[in-house]
Each structure stands twice: as C-alpha cells, then as structure tokens.
Nanobody, 120 residues
Framework: VQLQASGGGLVQAGGSLRLSCAAS???????MAWFRQAPGKEREFVAA????????RYADSVKGRFTISRDNAKNTIYVHINTLKPEDTAVYYC???????????????WGQGTQVTVSS
C-alpha cells in the first residue's frame, strides 16, 4: 500500500481544513490513521478508522474537532479539522495497518506527510 497525503497549508486559528490521503493497493482491507508530529516532539496518534469506516477512534486532544472518514471507492481517507488551534501545527501523516492501533509501531504503511501551520 502506498499513501500520499495532501491538503495541508497555512490557516488562521479558528479555521477549518480537510486533509486527504490517497492510497494504492489493498487499501480497503486496512485500518487507516492520522498521526502528527510537531517540531521537537514525537509523532503522536490523532485519529483512526477501521476498514469499513464504521469504527473510529480519536486522541483526547482532538475529540470534537477532528473527524476521520474514508471512501473505499476512491481509495482515500480524510480528516476534517475544525476550530484549528496553534497547537495543531504539525506535519500530518497518514498510515495503514491491519487493525486500529494507537502507536507508531502499530502501523506498517506511511505517507510522506503534509504540513499544517496554524497562525494565531
């Protein structure tokens, strides 16, 4: 599975953004997730969705503001981000695994990342 993340950019605090991750290969068989890594920090779990899209999981820090979804017909996952905060500034990565996990080590496939910068 190859992953290509896109949709990042410079956004003002309070704004919204949608990130996309296009996949090739056996995409529909895998759970997919978004992670993020801020400068000087470790990569952290943001959200995940199971293969069917029926089960989602979120980090406590983003619950209520982030919505992960997938379109298996388009081989794409999304994350809608509302009410952006400066602390959301990070490189966002999409990742794939057999099952939903919460750690970097749980995921086998990784996209290249897309930068999100939130100005205050």
């Amino acid at each position: 599975v190859q992953l290509q993340a896109s949709g990042g950019g410079l956004v003002q605090a309070g704004g919204s953004l949608r990130l996309s991750c296009a996949a090739s290969g056996r995409f529909s068989s895998y759970a997919m997730a978004w992670f993020r890594q801020a400068p000087g920090k470790e990569r952290e779990f943001v959200a995940a969705v199971n293969w069917s899209g029926r089960t989602t999981r979120y980090a406590d820090s983003v619950k209520g503001r982030f919505t992960i979804s997938r379109d298996n017909a388009k081989n794409t996952i999304y994350v809608h981000i509302n009410t952006l905060k400066p602390e959301d500034t990070a490189v966002y990565y999409c990742a794939g695994a057999r099952n939903i996990g919460y750690y970097v080590k749980d995921y086998v496939y990784w996209g290249q990342g897309t930068q999100v910068t939130v100005s205050s």
